[in-house]
């Protein structure tokens, strides 16, 4: 190599560097402190409310505070009593796995033929959109207050429906049937949710897909099922996800119906109990949220490693 081609080498560094400065110095005095304001204070609050509770729970729970005495570290005996004495708890898991499970297997399903049928452009197909979308747009906290206007034992909807004015049936009060009550409520909000996922990914698929398939003799079912559903991985990826979630964070729904007692227990209400309740058990009810954290976070990290495989590719 000659010294020519070294020194026109050796300042490719610095040039970038003079680059840099150069971007820099067109920032006046006042548009960096506008940035600074506009990225770093969302970068604290981010910090402060999301990652600094975090950690304050995670350190909490192996300690026994109760928000009056100082706290006194405990070890796993806050663990080992959720999981061996608190009977709440498998309770709780219970009705999440309740909860998944209908998601999962009723209202997915329930939402990908929606989406399937609205995509055949069929009359009315926006309003249809419209009126199976409107649930999505409610909390789930309202979700729950018009689960009581429906369920409710003396003024509800469905037992008038029933005919059951006289001998009314207590859909909330009954911890046999209140937790398939709640669910019913859950998936109709789940369903047009699922709906527009999927929607948006049948739109996507090229059309030649299915002009090919027809061709080569396939019917509406094998090009769904064996040209076009394959090309809505991503999607399916999504949905999973997002459906496992929402069935381990589900809370509103059932603290705004009778907070979350009776046969309603879930592992988000447990945690509310314990800290902000009665019991002020605040190391024990932040065990709990960790037990809810450390699951949650297994399947966030296997869908943004999903995602990060696919920008790869």
Not at 26 to 48: E, H, K, N, S, Y
Not at 182 to 197: D, E, K, N, P, S
């Given at each position: 190599?000659?010294?020519?081609?070294?020194?026109?080498?050796?300042?490719?560094?610095?040039?970038?560097?003079?680059?840099?400065?150069?971007?820099?110095?067109?920032?006046?005095?006042?548009?960096?402190?506008?940035?600074?304001?506009?990225?770093?204070?969302?970068?604290?609050?981010?910090?402060?409310?999301i990652w600094g509770t975090?950690?304050?729970?995670?350190?909490?729970?192996?300690?026994?505070?109760?928000?009056?005495?100082?706290?006194?570290?405990?070890?796993?005996?806050?663990?080992?009593?959720?999981?061996?004495?608190?009977?709440?708890?498998?309770?709780?898991?219970?009705?999440?796995?309740?909860?998944?499970?209908?998601?999962?297997?009723?209202?997915?399903?329930?939402?990908?033929?929606?989406?399937?049928?609205?995509?055949?452009?069929?009359?009315?197909?926006?309003?249809?959109?419209?009126?199976?979308?409107?649930?999505?747009?409610?909390?789930?906290?309202?979700?729950?207050?018009?689960?009581?206007?429906?369920?409710?034992?003396?003024?509800?909807?469905?037992?008038?429906?029933?005919?059951?004015?006289?001998?009314?049936?207590?859909?909330?009060?009954?911890?046999?049937?209140n937790i398939w009550a709640?669910?019913?409520?859950?998936?109709?909000?789940?369903?047009?949710?699922?709906?527009?996922?999927y929607l948006a990914g049948?739109?996507?698929?090229?059309?030649?897909?299915?002009?090919?398939?027809?061709?080569?003799?396939?019917?509406?079912?094998?090009?769904?099922?064996?040209?076009?559903?394959?090309?809505?991985?991503?999607?399916?990826?999504?949905?999973?996800?997002?459906?496992?979630?929402?069935?381990?964070?589900?809370?509103?729904?059932?603290?705004?119906?009778?907070?979350?007692?009776?046969?309603?227990?879930?592992?988000?209400?447990?945690?509310?109990?314990?800290?902000?309740?009665?019991?002020?058990?605040?190391?024990?009810?932040?065990?709990?949220?960790?037990?809810?954290?450390?699951?949650?976070?297994?399947?966030?990290?296997?869908?943004?490693?999903?995602?990060?495989?696919?920008?790869?590719?």
């Open positions: 190599m000659t010294s020519t081609q070294v020194s026109a080498q050796a300042p490719a560094p610095q040039a970038s560097v003079a680059r840099r400065r150069r971007r820099l110095s067109r920032f006046t005095r006042r548009d960096i402190i506008i940035l600074a304001v506009l990225i770093g204070l969302p970068v604290l609050l981010d910090i402060a409310l975090t950690l304050t729970s995670i350190g909490l729970s192996f300690t026994d505070y109760n928000g009056f005495s100082s706290p006194q570290l405990v070890g796993l005996h806050n663990y080992h009593e959720i999981v061996t004495i608190y009977e709440p708890f498998w309770r709780a898991v219970r009705n999440n796995l309740l909860w998944l499970a209908t998601l999962g297997v009723f209202a997915t399903p329930l939402g990908l033929l929606l989406a399937v049928l609205l995509d055949k452009r069929i009359r009315f197909t926006r309003v249809y959109q419209s009126i199976f979308y409107m649930p999505v747009v409610l909390s789930l906290a309202v979700v729950g207050f018009i689960a009581q206007l429906v369920y409710s034992r003396d003024y509800g909807a469905l037992n008038s429906l029933l005919g059951r004015t006289a001998d009314p049936i207590d859909f909330l009060g009954d911890p046999s049937i709640i669910l019913a409520a859950a998936a109709w909000r789940h369903v047009g949710y699922v709906m527009i996922l049948l739109k996507s698929v090229d059309p030649a897909l299915k002009e090919a398939a027809t061709i080569d003799g396939a019917n509406e079912r094998q090009t769904f099922f064996r040209v076009i559903f394959p090309t809505l991985r991503p999607i399916n990826i999504i949905v999973l996800v997002i459906t496992v979630i929402e069935a381990l964070r589900a809370f509103d729904i059932v603290y705004a119906v009778n907070s979350g007692r009776n046969g309603l227990e879930l592992l988000s209400v447990l945690v509310t109990a314990n800290i902000v309740g009665e019991a002020s058990r605040i190391g024990f009810g932040s065990a709990i949220a960790v037990i809810l954290l450390v699951t949650s976070l297994g399947f966030v990290i296997a869908y943004l490693t999903q995602i990060l495989r696919e920008d790869r590719r």
